[in-house]
């Protein structure tokens, strides 16, 4: 039998759980008034960027899209590559998004806590981060963590929340807000980073994609979406996790190495114009020396 997945449903099977929209509305509101009335009340910068603003808002809609609109139904009933376009979503697109559109001088008051920032400089050292966030990730896709979430709200909520914490400690030495106090990655230490973080996730996809069914909800749910049996739907949920996802990487990775040519170029640059003044310093002495000795 095959699911009705038409107009309707993308209309109205929208998630209706208040927590979820009070939620982001207060994350969002929370924000807008620390960049507004709270910076200009405590001083704490002459202006903020528009576009982190936008960027953080962003990133707040996409994680609210992921988990309130029809693809979470659609990836809880029926698709688990659907399921995965959400995790991928939660971790990989959100997270940094939000990092991108917070202001450094938002996050240096908290620093000044020594305590916040013992732990905030463990959590974020990047083989810890690296560590967290991938055998978090690993661990619930071990098929009896994720059957369980499937049949238990409250643990799924609780593995959501996993996600976007991990993910955004993994994201953080390299889209780290602040300069100093937290631990941030060179260009260099940011390209080789992002370069081993796709290794676990071409792994799992891997894995996923050449075993056979692995989840009892999607194998014993006798609707099909689009008649997609659970066998190509697990090996579509692999190969989602194993290219676009690492896609992903690579377009950051390709990013950054373009940052760091440019500033390799600078350095260049530099460099070149010192030795020309140096050398023009030079040919300067020599003719005065020549003019006294004549």
């Not at 209706?16 to 009070?22: A, G, L, Q």
């Not at 030495?173 to 631990?183: A, D, N, T, Y």
């Not at 500033?263 to 040919?283: G, Y």
């Amino acid at each position: 039998m095959e699911a009705n997945l038409g107009l309707h449903f993308w209309l109205t099977e929208w998630n209706r759980s208040p927590s979820i929209y009070i939620g982001i509305a207060l994350i969002i509101g929370l924000y807008l008034y620390a960049v507004g009335p709270l910076r200009r009340k405590y001083h704490l910068a002459d202006s903020v960027k528009r576009s982190q603003v936008i960027t953080f808002v962003s990133g707040m809609l996409i994680i609210f899209l992921a988990i309130a609109s029809p693809l979470d139904e659609l990836g809880d009933e029926y698709l688990f590559s659907a399921h995965m376009v959400q995790h991928i979503l939660i971790t990989v697109v959100g997270p940094p998004l939000l990092l991108l559109g917070t202001p450094g001088w938002l996050i240096q008051p908290l620093l000044r806590d020594r305590t916040l920032l013992r732990i905030g400089k463990m959590l974020t050292y990047p083989a810890v981060a690296f560590f967290l966030f991938n055998v978090d990730f690993w661990l619930w896709h071990a098929p009896p963590l994720y059957n369980a979430t499937l049949s238990n709200e409250n643990l799924h909520i609780f593995e959501h929340m996993l996600f976007m914490v991990t993910a955004t400690i993994y994201w953080w030495p390299v889209f780290s807000p602040v300069e100093e106090g937290l631990p941030h990655l060179s260009l260099g230490g940011q390209i080789l980073y992002i370069f081993l973080g796709g290794m676990p996730s071409v792994a799992l996809g891997a894995g996923l994609t050449f075993s056979s069914p692995l989840y009892a909800p999607y194998i014993q749910q006798t609707v099909r979406a689009w008649g997609i049996s659970p066998a190509i739907d697990q090996q579509l949920g692999g190969l989602i996790m194993w290219v676009p996802l690492n896609i992903a990487y690579i377009v950051v990775v390709s990013i950054l190495f373009i940052r760091w040519m440019q500033l390799q170029d600078a350095r260049q640059r530099t460099q070149e114009a010192r030795m020309d003044e140096e050398d023009e310093s030079e040919e300067l002495e020599e003719v005065e020396g020549n003019v006294e000795i004549s």
